[in-house]
C-alpha cells in the first residue's frame, strides 16, 4: 500500500475515534477495525455536519502529520490522496487550523470539517488506482467481490452474510483496500432531507419517511374518493417517521431504524451503508469487450414494429419516460427485444423490472434465448444468484431496492399489478435504481389515471397498440347478472349460467379460470361446482362423462406454483382462482368467467386483464369471457366499454380516451 | 379511525368504546392498549391466551396427556413442572421460582410475530408484547406478594452486540414504567454461548444453563428478602429462568416469579 494513502486514511480515523493510536504500527486491517466504522458512525448522524473536530495525535506538532502526510493535512493535493478525499471527489474537505495544545506528550489540533453538499463521483483518478494495482499483488477475491456488488447500495451486514462464507480472508480487510481503490463509499441508510422547515430522516433505502403515501397495505380496490381524501389528511395526521430505539450497538439512545424495509434487514442508523460503483465508473476490469447477440426470428405485426420504431427513437431521444400501452396479448414483450439489443450493444446496463415474480419467471428462458451470449442475473426473493455481475438483470421490483443509481434503461413490466403502487417504497425503488440520465419505460395494458393524466399532459411519451398480434379483436365480456350467487351457492341450487359455462368448457373440450372475490370462497365454490353444478351437466347431457378435475389456487397456497404448473400442463381442466392468476398465467384453449364481478375486488383494470386471458392464440382467437355479477356496476361496464373501444381502434398511437 | 393491524397489515377499525367519547386520544398518550386495539379479528382468534393451565408453568392442558398431568396443592401442574420440584429437592433450595406465568401460546403465528421482534428486530412490537404482560398482570396482580424489582433475563454480550437491542428488556421496562415498580438490568450477567440453546436437550441445557449466568459485579440492587418479578421471551424447557431464579435465591431474594410472552 502507497504510504501515503495510509497516512491519509489514518486521519480520517484520527479526528474521530479520540483514541490515541500509535500510528506507526498500525497494519491496513487493524486500521479498518479501529478507524473506519467510527469515522463512518461520526458521519452517519451528522450528514449535514458543519464543524470542529479534535484530534489527537501522538506527534509532536501539526508539522509532524503534515510530514507524514505529504503537506496534505488540508489535503487539496488531488495526486496523495485516494479518491473519496480529492476537493472534486470528495464527501468533505479538510481545513486545519490547528491550535496545537501540549498536554503530556498528546497534541489536540482543531480541524474544521466543511461538508460538500453535492459530490461528483465522476472523477476518477485512474492513473492513481493503475499504480495501486501495480504497486500491490492484485487480489483476486476482492475484484470479485467488487464485481458482484457494481451498482448496488446495500448494509455492511449483507456484504458480510454474503461473502464471509465464500471470502478467506477477513472481509473487513478485502473492504478496506476496495475503499481505497475508490470501489465503493461509504453511506448512511438513514439520510436527511428538508421537507419544508423540517428536517426529516428518511430511510434511503426504501424511503420510508418522505411521506409519498401513508396508507400502507391495502388491496388497490380499497381505494375511494373518500380514501383519498382521507389519505391527504393522514399524511398530515400521521405521518411516516422513523422510531427510535436505544442501540446496543453504537450505544445511542436515539438510534432510527426503519420499520418497513426489515424484511432485507435492519437499516440502523449506526450500520454502514456501501454504495458500490459500477457500470463505467467502476475500476474494476471488465472482460474484453462482450459479444452481444441478438438471436430472435420472430416476425413482428405491423403494430408492433410500428410501435419498437418509436421506442427506439424515444431510447435515442432526450425524454426519460415511455408509457408502452398495449392490451392484452399484443406481444408487448417483443416490442422491447430490439431496444434492449441497442442497450446491451452499447455496454450499457438494463434491468427488466416487474411486480410479479410470475412474469419475471416467464420472461427468463425468454430472453436467455434471445440474448444467448449476454449475462442475465434473475433476482427475486428466492433466487440463488443475488449478488453477481451482469448486463441484463431481471428483478421483481422488491429486489430493485438494492440497486442505485446503475441502469440506463428500466423496463417495468406490468406496472398497474398489484403491489408496485400500494406500496410506495417499490415505485421509489425502481426510480433509485435507474441513473440520473437512465429511461424508463413502463409497459401495460391497463395504466392508471394518473399515468394517462400524465400522458394527458404530455409528460410521457406513450404508444397505444390497440390490437394483438394476431389482428383478431379482444374478446368483449359477456356481462349476466345471476342474483344473489352467495346464498345460491350456499342452499346448492343451480345458477343456470355456470351450467352453461361448464357445459361448454366440456362440449369443446376447452379449459377454463373462475375467478372468485375472496379466498374464503374458495372452497365452497369448488365444492359447488364438483358436487352440484358438474353432477347436472352430466345428468343433463349423459356423454359428457369424462374426468373433468377441478383444483383452486390462492396467494398464500403452499402448492401454488406446482398447481399452476399442472393447469399449465393441462392437468387441471377448471381453475378456481383469486386476482392473483389476473396476468401472467395463459393457457391456449380456455374460457373465463367471474363470479361475482361486482366486488370491489375487482376494479376495471383487474377485469381487462381478466377477459385478455382468453383468445391469445393465433389459432385460437376467439373465447368466452362471462362475468356473473350480483348487479350491473360501472366499473364492469366501464372494462367492456374500453375493451370495445379497443376493437374499434386501427392505428397506433390512436388518442386517449 | 381505521388503523393497520399489526401482525397481517390490514386495515381494521378498532372497536369504539365509550371511553373513546369522552377522551381525546392525542392528550392521552398511551403506549400500553388492550389486545383489540392493536388486532384485527381474524389475528386475535389466532392469538391464544393462555388460562387454566399448569399452576406453576400456567402450560394449558388442552393437548396434554392425562399422564403428564400431576396434583399439586389442590390444583394441577405439569410433568415439566414436576421435574423442577423434585430438582429443587435435590437441590434443597426450598423453591427457587415460584411461578411463571405466559401470556400467550407458542403457536405458528406467536411464533412468526416473536421472530419479527427479536431476529428481524421490528422494536416496535414491543408496545404490543407489554400491552399483553400489563393486561394479564391487571387480572392477576392479587395472587401474588408485592413486587419490589422487575428484571429482564439479560443477554450476553456478544449476541447484544450482535442484535442491537434485548428484547426482554424492552418489554420489561414499559411494564415497569406502567405498573410503576422498580426496574433494573444490572442483577444479572450472561456469558457467551457458542450455540444456540433451542437446539439441545433438557438434561445438557439444564447443566450448562447453571453456569451461565453470573452476578452482575456493578449491581446497585440490594435484593436481599425482597421479591423479584422476571421478565423473558419464551418459556420452553424454564431452564434459563430456573437457573437465573437460582442465582438470585441465593443472593438472599424471597420470592422470585416469572414473565413470559409465549409458553
Known amino acids: 500500500m502507497g504510504e501515503k494513502a495510509f497516512a491519509a486514511y489514518m486521519v480520517k480515523g484520527r479526528f474521530n475515534t479520540g483514541q490515541v493510536i500509535d500510528w506507526s504500527l498500525l497494519t491496513p486491517a487493524s486500521c479498518w477495525k479501529r478507524i473506519d466504522l467510527t469515522f463512518w458512525q461520526s458521519l452517519t448522524d451528522r450528514a449535514l455536519f458543519t464543524g470542529t473536530w479534535t484530534l489527537l495525535g501522538k506527534c509532536a506538532s501539526l508539522a509532524a502529520i503534515r510530514q507524514q502526510m505529504g503537506q496534505a493535512v488540508g489535503l487539496t493535493d488531488q495526486k496523495c490522496v485516494p479518491r473519496g478525499y480529492t476537493p472534486a471527489v470528495d464527501r468533505q474537505t479538510l481545513f486545519s487550523t490547528c491550535g496545537v495544545l501540549h498536554n503530556g506528550g498528546t497534541v489536540n489540533n482543531k480541524v474544521t470539517v466543511h461538508h460538500a453538499d453535492k459530490k461528483d463521483s465522476s472523477v476518477l483518478l485512474v492513473d492513481k488506482i493503475a499504480a495501486f494495482f501495480e504497486s500491490e499483488d492484485c487480489d483476486e477475491e476482492a475484484l470479485r467481490l467488487a464485481a458482484a456488488f457494481a451498482g448496488r447500495h446495500v448494509l455492511l451486514e449483507e456484504v458480510r452474510q454474503v461473502w464471509g462464507k465464500r471470502a478467506r480472508k477477513h472481509v473487513m480487510f478485502i473492504l478496506q483496500k476496495l475503499y481505497l481503490l475508490g470501489c465503493f463509499d461509504w453511506d448512511a441508510p438513514i439520510a436527511r432531507q428538508r421537507i419544508g422547515r423540517k428536517m426529516t430522516a428518511f430511510c434511503q433505502r426504501c424511503g420510508y419517511g418522505l411521506n409519498t403515501s401513508s396508507l400502507a397495505i391495502r388491496s388497490p380496490a380499497a381505494f375511494s374518493s373518500w380514501q383519498r381524501l382521507r389519505r391527504t389528511w393522514s399524511q398530515w395526521w400521521s405521518p411516516e417517521v422513523l422510531p427510535r430505539s436505544a442501540c446496543a450497538r453504537c450505544g445511542s439512545e436515539s438510534c432510527l431504524f426503519c420499520p418497513r424495509c426489515l424484511q432485507m434487514g435492519k437499516v440502523r442508523s449506526c450500520e454502514p451503508y456501501l454504495k458500490w460503483h459500477g457500470g463505467r465508473r467502476s475500476i474494476v476490469a471488465r472482460p474484453e469487450q462482450r459479444n452481444v447477440q441478438f438471436r430472435w426470428q420472430g416476425q413482428l405485426s405491423p403494430l408492433q414494429q410500428e410501435a419498437s420504431k418509436r421506442l427506439l427513437r424515444f431510447a435515442r431521444g432526450e425524454s426519460d419516460q415511455f408509457l408502452l400501452w398495449a392490451v392484452t396479448g399484443a406481444g408487448k414483450t417483443e416490442i422491447w427485444f430490439e431496444t434492449i439489443y441497442h442497450f446491451l450493444l452499447k455496454d450499457k446496463k438494463v434491468l427488466v423490472a416487474s411486480p410479479r415474480r410470475d412474469v419475471i419467471l416467464e420472461l427468463e428462458p425468454r430472453l436467455k434465448e434471445v440474448f444467448p451470449h449476454t449475462t442475465i442475473s434473475v433476482l427475486h426473493g428466492e433466487s440463488e444468484q443475488k449478488y453477481e455481475a451482469a448486463d441484463l438483470f431481471l428483478a421483481t421490483t422488491h429486489q430493485t431496492l438494492r440497486f442505485r443509481d446503475y441502469f440506463d434503461l428500466v423496463i417495468v413490466d406490468e406496472e398497474d399489478a398489484f403491489p408496485y403502487h400500494v406500496d410506495s417504497m417499490l415505485p421509489y425503488a425502481v426510480q433509485k435504481a435507474r441513473r440520473a440520465c437512465g429511461k424508463i419505460v413502463y409497459v401495460t395494458a391497463t395504466p392508471r389515471r394518473e399515468m394517462i393524466d400524465a400522458v394527458r399532459r404530455g409528460e410521457i411519451e406513450h404508444v397505444l397498440i390497440p390490437r394483438r398480434y394476431h389482428g383478431h379483436p379482444l374478446p368483449v365480456p359477456r356481462l349476466k347478472p345471476v342474483g344473489r350467487w352467495r346464498k345460491s351457492i350456499r342452499q346448492k341450487e343451480i345458477l343456470t349460467p355456470l351450467v352453461q359455462f361448464l357445459t361448454e368448457l366440456l362440449a369443446k373440450n376447452r379449459f377454463g379460470y373462475l375467478f372468485v372475490p375472496h379466498v374464503h370462497l374458495l372452497d365452497e365454490v369448488l365444492a359447488y361446482m364438483q358436487n352440484v353444478i358438474l353432477p347436472y351437466v352430466r345428468d343433463l347431457s349423459p356423454q359428457f362423462q369424462q374426468a373433468f378435475p377441478m383444483e383452486s389456487v390462492h396467494a398464500q397456497d403452499p402448492l401454488r406454483t406446482e398447481k399452476v404448473q399442472r393447469f399449465r400442463n393441462k392437468q387441471i381442466r377448471l381453475l378456481m382462482t383469486t386476482t392473483i392468476l389476473e396476468r401472467g398465467v395463459t393457457i391456449p384453449f380456455s374460457d373465463v368467467a367471474v363470479l361475482g364481478s361486482d366486488d370491489q375486488v375487482f376494479d376495471t383494470a383487474a377485469l381487462i386483464q381478466i377477459a385478455g386471458r382468453v383468445g391469445r392464440k393465433a389459432d385460437d382467437f376467439e373465447g368466452n369471457v362471462w362475468f356473473f355479477p350480483e348487479q350491473r356496476t360501472l366499473t364492469q361496464m366501464r372494462a367492456i366499454r374500453q375493451i370495445e373501444r379497443w376493437n374499434r381502434m386501427n392505428v397506433p398511437g390512436g388518442d386517449l380516451s | ?263
Open chain 2, 1 to 263: 379511525m381505521s388503523m393497520s393491524c399489526l401482525a397481517c397489515h390490514h386495515a381494521f377499525v378498532p372497536p369504539f368504546s365509550w371511553r373513546d367519547l369522552f377522551t381525546v386520544s392525542v392528550l392521552r398518550s398511551e403506549v400500553l392498549l388492550p389486545v383489540e386495539q392493536w388486532l384485527c379479528v381474524q389475528c386475535r382468534s389466532k392469538l391464544v391466551l393462555l388460562r387454566d393451565g399448569c399452576l406453576l408453568c400456567s402450560r394449558s392442558f388442552h393437548d396434554l396427556d392425562s399422564r403428564y398431568v400431576a396434583e399439586y396443592r389442590g390444583g394441577q401442574i405439569c410433568f415439566d413442572c414436576r421435574r423442577w420440584l423434585e430438582w429443587e429437592e435435590a437441590q434443597q433450595s426450598g423453591r427457587v421460582l415460584t411461578w411463571n406465568r405466559s401470556v400467550a401460546q407458542y403457536n405458528a403465528w406467536m411464533q412468526d410475530l416473536l421472530t419479527r421482534y427479536k431476529f428481524r428486530g421490528d422494536e416496535r412490537l414491543r408496545y404490543f408484547f407489554a400491552s399483553l404482560l400489563y393486561s394479564h398482570w391487571n387480572g392477576m396482580a392479587q395472587q401474588m406478594d408485592k413486587v419490589d424489582v422487575i428484571a429482564p433475563i439479560p443477554l450476553s454480550a456478544k449476541r447484544l452486540k450482535e442484535r442491537g437491542f434485548n428484547q426482554s428488556a424492552l418489554v420489561a421496562r414499559l411494564l415497569a414504567d406502567k405498573i410503576g415498580i422498580a426496574y433494573t438490568e444490572k442483577l444479572l450477567l450472561r456469558r457467551d454461548g457458542e450455540d444456540k440453546q433451542s437446539k439441545k436437550g433438557r438434561e445438557e441445557r439444564l447443566k450448562e444453563m447453571l453456569q451461565k449466568f453470573l452476578n452482575n459485579p456493578e449491581q446497585n440492587v440490594d435484593i436481599h428478602g425482597k421479591n423479584i418479578l422476571l421478565v423473558d421471551d419464551i418459556y420452553t424447557t424454564g431452564a434459563t429462568l430456573y437457573a437465573a431464579a437460582y442465582l438470585l435465591k441465593k443472593r438472599g431474594a424471597k420470592h422470585i416469579y416469572a414473565y413470559t410472552l409465549a409458553r
